[in-house]
C-alpha cells in the first residue's frame, strides 16, 4: 500500500542499543532480514511511494530464490524477424529519455515514466501474465548473442511490467559497452557484423507482478541521457534463439508471517522552492534535449546564516549520430553572515564527437559581490573505444 519513505533511523539505534548498551530489545530475536516486496502503481513522475508490503527473510541469499529462464525465441518480439531468428535494430542516440536519470531520487530526477514512446525505437520481447502474481528480488540478468555493425556498440536492457491498458513501468534497467564484455581493464573493439556472447546484469529490484500483467524486456542501443550515447549509429542484431532474460525468482509464500514494523516515517525533506524538468526535441536539427534547474533558499541556519544553492544544465543528443553530444550546467552556492555574503558559480560544458571528448570548466569565487578568484580548465582526450 501506499505509505511514507520509512526512516531506518530508530531501528538502528535499536541495535546499537542492544550491543553497545546491553538492553534486552528483542532486535536479535528478530529474523535478520527485512525486505520490501515493491508493487507497481501505473507509471508517472512523482511518485510519492511505491505499493507493496515488507516482510521477513531468516536467511540471505533467501532459501526460497531460484532462477527463472525465459528464452526470447519464446517471447511475443516486436521488431522481430521470425524467418531468420535474428532481430535487428537501428542505434539512435536518443533512446531512453522516459527511464528518467539513473539513480532518482528527489525532483527533478524522479522516477521513471510511461516507457512506451522508448519502446517504439527497441527490440521488445514480452511474457504475458501466467494468471498468478510473480515476484523477483536480486539481479535480473540478460544473456545475449549479438552483433554490431560498429566496433564500439552499447546494449541497454530494461524490465518493464505492462499494465492492462498497455502502460509500460520500468522495473530495472542495466547497460554495457560491448568493448567490454571480456574485461573493463582491457576493452578490446568489436568486429563488424561478428556475432558476441555477453551478459547485461540489471540493478538489483524487487518487483512483484501482479495477474493480468505483461512481462517485457527492452533492448537498445543507447539509455540517454543516463549514460553518454555511443560514438556512432549502426545495428545491432540479436540472436534470438540464443538469448535468454535470467530472473531472481522468490517461489512461495515468505516463511515468517509476521512482518516488521518500523518507525514512522522523517518528514519529507523541504524541495527546492524552484523546480524545471524539461524534454523536447528539435523536428529540424534532429537532437534530442533534457533540461533540469533546481534549488533555492534553504532557510535560515545557525549564528544568522542563510544558505542558497542552485544547480541547472541541458545535455542534447544528435538523434541520428549519437556521437555528437554535449551536456551543459551550472551550480551556485552562497552563504550569507550579518559580516560577509560568499558565493561560488561554477560552469561546465562537455563535448563529444565520433573519436574525441572536449571539456571545459570554469569556477568564481565572490565575496559581497566582488569577484576575488576565478580560474578556468579545458582538456581535450580521445573517446578510446567510450
Known sequence: MPGPRIDHVPEMIRWWHRWLRGDDNGVDREPPIAMFGRRSPPPRAGLEAYEGEWRFEPTWPPARLREMARPLDGARGRGADPATGEDPLQVRGDVGVNGSIWCAGDLPFGEPWDQRPDEAFSLVYDWPSPGESLEIMGHPRVALKIASSTPVAFVSAKLCDVFPDGSSALVTRGILNLTHRESHEEPAPLVPGEAVEVTVELDATSWIWEPGHTMRLDLAGSDFPSSWPPPEAGTLTVDRAASTLVLPLLEGPPPVVEAPAFSPGAPQAHRPEHVVWETSEDVIARERRVRIDHGGVRGAGADGLDYLDRYGGEIVVSIDEPGEARATGGT???????????????????????????????????????????????????????
Do not use: C, F, K, N
Not at 361 to 379: F, K, S
Open 332 to 386: 551556485v552556492y552562497e552563504l550569507a553572515w550579518p559580516e560577509v555574503t560568499a558565493r561560488t558559480e561554477s560552469r561546465g560544458t562537455l563535448r563529444s564527437d565520433a573519436t574525441t571528448w572536449h571539456l571545459e570548466m570554469e569556477l568564481e569565487v565572490q565575496a559581497d559581490g566582488e569577484t576575488i578568484a576565478r580560474r578556468r580548465w579545458e582538456r581535450t582526450l580521445p573517446r578510446d573505444l567510450a
